[in-house]
T-cell receptor, first 116, second 112 residues
Framework: GAGVSQSPSNKVTEKGKDVELRCDPISGHTALYWYRQSLGQGLEFLIYFQGNSAPDKSGLPSDRFSAERTGGSVSTLTIQRTQQEDSAVYLC??????????????FGDGTRLSIL | DAKTTQPNSMESNEEEPVHLPCNHSTISGTDYIHWYRQLPSQGPEYVIHGLTSNVNNRMASLAIAEDRKSSTLILHRATLRDAAVYYCILRISNFGNEKLTFGTGTRLTIIP
């Protein structure tokens, strides 16, 4: 079956521009996560969506970062006024969700974002 | 969150078993032990998880110490495709945010 799909796979943009990254989770997965991975670093949690609950935004590094999840499915991560330190691979994951303890998370292959 | 400690890197010969250790001395009774791996240029991939008993699946086996303060991921017969960074992660079983907290993992190199 289809896995988690992310687009674009690569994005190069100039400093100061806004970018939108898209994530299509696995059908039926109610939990969705965004992480980022800077060069040579581990994964850093950004934001978590579960069903219709308010998202957990505790990992967002600044107010330039925001995310939405429409209709409980597709999610968009938006970075406004990009800075060079935003360069990283942005990874999306989905799982069957809350109340189902320890369901594995299924990751996409990420969007590699480069800020010039 | 309880922490895990893994060696930075390991090497193994192709077609031989690999034992990847993880220490988690501050683990609590409700923490599950999860393993993920990340192949080059890909997102992480779930491998296996367990609580107290040893676990087997098609990818690997997980051996958990009796006191749960350490565990070992076992790849029974390594192939070149198993070259990856392996992450040992503790997850609390609750109804909150089930985010994964990744450490630096173990970079496994397979020697042909």
């Amino acid at each position: 079956g289809a896995g988690v799909s992310q687009s674009p796979s690569n994005k190069v943009t100039e400093k100061g521009k806004d970018v939108e990254l898209r994530c299509d989770p696995i059908s039926g997965h109610t939990a969705l996560y965004w992480y980022r991975q800077s060069l040579g670093q581990g994964l850093e949690f950004l934001i978590y969506f579960q069903g219709n609950s308010a998202p957990d935004k505790s990992g967002l590094p600044s107010d330039r970062f925001s995310a939405e999840r429409t209709g409980g499915s597709v999610s968009t991560l938006t970075i406004q006024r990009t800075q060079q330190e935003d360069s990283a691979v942005y990874l999306c994951a989905s799982s069957l969700g809350r109340g189902l303890s320890n369901q594995p998370q299924h990751f996409g292959d990420g969007t590699r974002l480069s800020i010039l | 969150d309880a922490k895990t400690t893994q060696p930075n890197s390991m090497e193994s010969n192709e077609e031989e078993p690999v034992h990847l250790p993880c220490n988690h001395s501050t683990i609590s009774g409700t923490d599950y032990i999860h393993w993920y791996r990340q192949l080059p240029s890909q997102g992480p991939e779930y491998v296996i998880h367990g609580l107290t008993s040893n676990v087997n699946n098609r990818m690997a086996s997980l051996a958990i110490a009796e006191d749960r303060k350490s565990s070992t991921l076992i790849l029974h017969r390594a192939t070149l495709r198993d070259a990856a960074v392996y992450y040992c992660i503790l997850r609390i079983s609750n109804f909150g945010n089930e985010k994964l907290t990744f450490g630096t993992g173990t970079r496994l190199t397979i020697i042909p």
